[in-house]
């Protein structure tokens, strides 16, 4: 069994801030593990994956996440919000590899004040 | 990267009509498609596993007389939802994967039952 905890439904930063948007997993096997966003009445895009190689993960649009085996954790960050940055992010698990089923977080809400 | 489309992006239909959503692969075989639901400002559930050329494999609580799903070819995976009521109003999204990469997601479809 997987599962994903992303605490809170809402992140709040100023433009030029930090990102950190917080993400605990719960897998019985080596996770592969996943960050993506959703703009408003749109699909996913992936930010960057972790899948068994380096522990710090570098996405699109300056994103990175570390991945933390002794936390069970793999939190999103960026070091600098841009207004574009505002969307919808989900953190997803998948035991069985990157092309196989995905168990999602509820999701965080990130807004970015001007 | 991979191309997933979605088509519908969006319908209403009236309640008791069945409304049938596609999901194609633009640039890449996928032998297997996912099905995801998604409730406002509520994460992905996972519906149904689409095995090209075989039943699809739904998750428990799917109804799969109410959620039919066809994987006829390589590159096409239809969702039709039966005699849909108000409650089956939500966006419906569909995964392909190429092979050992990561998951691709469609745009989402917006089903209104009125």
Known sequence: AQS??????????????????????????????????????????????YTSAATLV???????????????????????????DAAEYFCAVSSTGANSKLTFGKGITLSVRP | GAVVSQHPSRVICKSGTSVKIECRSLDFQATTMFWYRQFPKKSLMLMATSNEGSKATYEQ????????????????????????????????ICSATPRNTEAFFGQGTRLTVV
């Open chain 1, 58 to 84: 570098k996405g699109i649009n300056d994103f990175e996440a570390e991945f933390k085996k002794s936390e069970t954790s793999f939190h999103l960050t960026k070091p600098s919000a841009h207004m574009s």
């Open chain 2, 61 to 92: 609580g799917v109804e799969k007389d109410k959620f039919l799903i066809n994987h006829a070819s390589l590159t096409l995976s239809t969702l039709t939802v039966t005699s849909a009521h108000p409650e089956d109003s939500s966006f419906y």
């Open chain 1, 4 to 49: 994903v905890t992303q605490l809170g439904s809402h992140v709040s930063v100023s433009e030029g801030a930090l990102v950190l948007l917080r993400c605990n997993y719960s897998s019985s096997v080596p996770p592969y593990l996943f960050w993506y966003v959703q703009y408003p009445n749109q699909g996913l895009q992936l930010l960057l994956k």
